[in-house]
């Protein structure tokens, strides 16, 4: 025999003491980041090597977003200078393509930056919906959550209560679609502009530049934030995004002092 011995009930066992055990432990968290796009992906190692416990929500079965695709189904990504800094920091080959502009490949790219989240000891739940935010005083405590598959079921079948975890903080990493943002903007707390028209080059300055605090508890990243403020979209190019997700931890540590 090659392989030891292991009945079915060992292997569902495992499975389901170590998922219940690492859920628990993630019930409280320093910080939840909704969306596991670029930007949510390296906030997440940010605030990790910060020593903060973190914890990503992602709704797909995958991680990364459009990183693993690039644009146009051509996986290829492209990067506009400093961005490429982040892929140093990561190990991953890309090449200049003119003055200022590099390319790498999606798929080396998006997961290289997984499998840093993961050594920086960042946990994942994902075929996770983000439902619905937790308010306590004015401020952002935390997130409802559900899972993905439920709301694909048929409304007859859709009577499946979410569950609620806290943190201190949450990111808004859920790109254009800005689903935290959009939580609190029915209930008439935010205002939220909508992206704009494509144009790379004001849109990834603008990014970067407006990544905030948008409420307490609240930062908004990548995507999220074009949305929010109605900045212009910035198309198959990621540098943005990257360091808009950088921009987020530091805000954090701005926040704390």
Same mark, same amino acid.
């Given at each position: 025999?090659?392989?030891?011995?292991?009945?079915?009930?060992?292997?569902?066992?495992?499975?389901v003491?170590?998922?219940?055990?690492?859920?628990?432990?993630?019930i409280?968290?320093?910080?939840?980041i909704?969306?596991?796009?670029?930007?949510?992906? !390296?906030? @997440?190692?940010?605030? *990790?090597?910060?020593?903060?416990?973190?914890?990503? +929500? $992602? #709704?797909?079965?995958?991680?990364?977003?459009?990183?693993?695709?690039?644009?146009?189904?051509?996986?290829?990504?492209?990067?506009?200078?400093?961005?490429?800094?982040?892929?140093?920091?990561?190990?991953?080959?890309?090449?200049?393509?003119?003055?200022?502009?590099?390319?790498?490949?999606?798929?080396?790219?998006?997961?290289?930056?997984?499998?840093?989240?993961?050594?920086?000891?960042?946990?994942?739940?994902?075929?996770?919906?983000?439902?619905?935010?937790?308010l306590?005083?004015?401020?952002?405590?935390?997130?409802?959550?559900?899972?993905?598959? !439920?709301? @694909?079921?048929?409304? *007859?079948?859709?009577?499946?209560?979410?569950?609620? +975890? $806290? #943190?201190?903080?949450?990111?808004?990493?859920?790109?254009?679609?800005?689903?935290?943002?959009?939580?609190?903007?029915?209930?008439?707390?935010?205002?939220?502009?909508?992206?704009?028209?494509?144009?790379?080059?004001?849109?990834?300055?603008?990014?970067?530049?407006?990544?905030?605090?948008?409420?307490?508890?609240?930062?908004?990243?990548?995507?999220?934030?074009a949305?929010?403020?109605g900045?212009?979209?910035?198309?198959?190019?990621?540098?943005g995004?990257?360091?808009?997700?950088?921009?987020?931890?530091?805000?954090?540590m701005?926040?704390?002092?």
């Open positions: 025999m090659i392989f030891s011995r292991v009945s079915e009930k060992d292997v569902t066992k495992a499975i003491s170590e998922f219940a055990k690492e859920f628990e432990e993630h409280d968290n320093d910080v939840i909704i969306g596991a796009g670029p930007s949510g992906l !390296v906030a @997440a190692i940010e605030f *990790a090597k910060q020593g903060q416990k973190t914890l990503i +929500i $992602e #709704s797909n079965n995958y991680l990364g977003g459009g990183f693993w695709i690039g644009g146009y189904l051509m996986n290829k990504i492209t990067l506009r200078a400093p961005a490429q800094n982040i892929l140093d920091e990561i190990d991953v080959p890309y090449r200049k393509v003119s003055e200022g502009l590099y390319i790498a490949d999606g798929p080396h790219a998006c997961s290289k930056l997984i499998a840093a989240a993961c050594d920086a000891g960042v946990k994942v739940l994902n075929m996770t919906k983000f439902d619905d935010v937790v306590r005083d004015g401020k952002v405590s935390g997130v409802v959550i559900n899972w993905t598959p !439920v709301s @694909a079921l048929p409304r *007859a079948l859709t009577c499946v209560d979410p569950v609620a +975890i $806290e #943190s201190r903080l949450v990111v808004d990493a859920t790109g254009h679609d800005a689903v935290v943002v959009r939580a609190l903007e029915k209930r008439g707390l935010v205002d939220v502009k909508g992206y704009g028209a494509m144009w790379v080059e004001k849109s990834e300055d603008a990014v970067v530049e407006n990544t905030s605090e948008i409420f307490p508890g609240l930062i908004v990243t990548g995507m999220a934030v949305t929010t403020f900045l212009p979209r910035m198309g198959p190019t990621f540098g995004m990257l360091l808009s997700g950088k921009r987020s931890a530091e805000i954090k701005e926040i704390l002092k």
